[in-house]
């Protein structure tokens, strides 16, 4: 019988070792995220550069509104973790993506299904009837909390644990990440708060509630919103309502994400004579790079600030 000698079996147990380390680093790469809105793919990004992320929508969509197309399903089923906003805002489109996936690690309970709004406190739920024809009420609350960077910064400190249990070997890495984005935020919290301070009690009309938790945070008071309701286009008697309202107590701006349709703020800035006063911000990030979040964060306040007399 052949046995292999002593040298020889080091020489395997080197090489088995290397395989090993080589399998868990490639697992680490390969770590493939898929992130219903553009902010959690830039978090995610930020945590882990080494993830291969995937978003399902851009800033140009509305993400209360996806079309659950084959591709999106495709991405799913080869996700090794989900990172959404949760709070119902995907309640049209991701069960259904969920369900079509049948990837046992992105359901919801398991690690790799990570909701944002669960690790945050959110304001303002819809108490009204809800109906088909209610629109996107959010009956839990607003769920576009990444508009506050505080918000922003919890989501953050429990998105690194949950990515760190499912890549156990890049727990170091995370950490470190973790701890710089919270360092840079929170400089850049401090610089932004300084800026908006002549945006504080200052008033806003919004549309939808997509800034809520920006008003919130740089202390505006949204005084009236284009949508009769959540997710339902303005009527002209709204319209008029609004007109009449902003007539009485004129607002620093009029607000709307770059998604919206523009024509009814255009109207409302057009009648008070002060088109210069409508803002069109993007609703969420507008490139994937590491510094995505700061950059957004950096236009909607600087803008703001613009329109500030
Ligand atoms: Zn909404």
């Not at 069960?95 to 309970?109: F, T, V």
């Not at 009956?139 to 506050?148: E, F, I, K, Q």
């Not at 009309?205 to 286009?233: C, I, M, R, S």
Request: one cysteine or more; a positive charge.
């Amino acid at each position: 019988m052949w046995w292999p000698s002593v040298p020889m079996v080091r020489t395997l147990t080197k090489l088995a070792l290397s395989l090993a380390i080589t399998l868990a680093q490639g697992h680490a790469l390969a770590l493939t995220v898929f992130a219903c809105e553009p902010e959690w793919a830039a978090l995610t990004h930020s945590l882990l550069p080494s993830a291969k992320v995937y978003s399902a929508t851009h800033h140009l969509q509305d993400p209360h509104h996806i079309e659950a197309r084959p591709s999106l399903i495709a991405q799913l089923r080869n996700a090794d973790m989900a990172v959404c906003t949760g709070a119902e805002l995907e309640a049209g489109w991701l069960p259904m993506l969920q369900a079509k996936a049948s990837n046992p690690k992105i359901q919801n309970g398991q690690p790799g299904m990570f909701y944002a709004a669960d690790h945050v406190t959110l304001v303002n739920p819809y108490k009204g009837k809800v109906t088909p024809y209610s629109g996107d009420v959010h009956v839990l609350g607003n769920p576009h909390v990444h508009a506050d960077p505080r918000r922003l910064m919890a989501v953050a400190r429990a998105l690194a644990p949950r990515l760190a249990a499912i890549v156990p070997a890049e727990k170091a890495r995370i950490d470190r990440q973790l701890q710089q984005f919270e360092t840079t935020l929170t400089d850049k919290i401090q610089a932004w708060e300084q800026l908006a301070k002549p945006l504080r009690g200052r008033s806003v009309v919004t549309q939808h509630a997509n800034f809520g938790y920006l008003w919130l945070w740089l202390g505006l008071t949204p005084v009236a919103d284009l949508e009769p309701k959540p997710g339902v286009p303005p009527t002209p008697a709204h319209l008029a309502r609004t007109l009449e309202l902003s007539r009485a107590a004129p607002p620093m701006a009029i607000v709307i994400a770059q998604h919206h349709d523009p024509r009814p703020a255009q109207w409302l800035s057009g009648q008070l004579g002060t088109p210069q006063k409508m803002v069109v911000l993007p609703a969420t990030v507008t490139s994937d790079g590491p510094e995505a979040l700061f950059a957004w964060f950096d236009l909607m306040v600087n803008r703001l600030v613009q329109v500030a007399p």
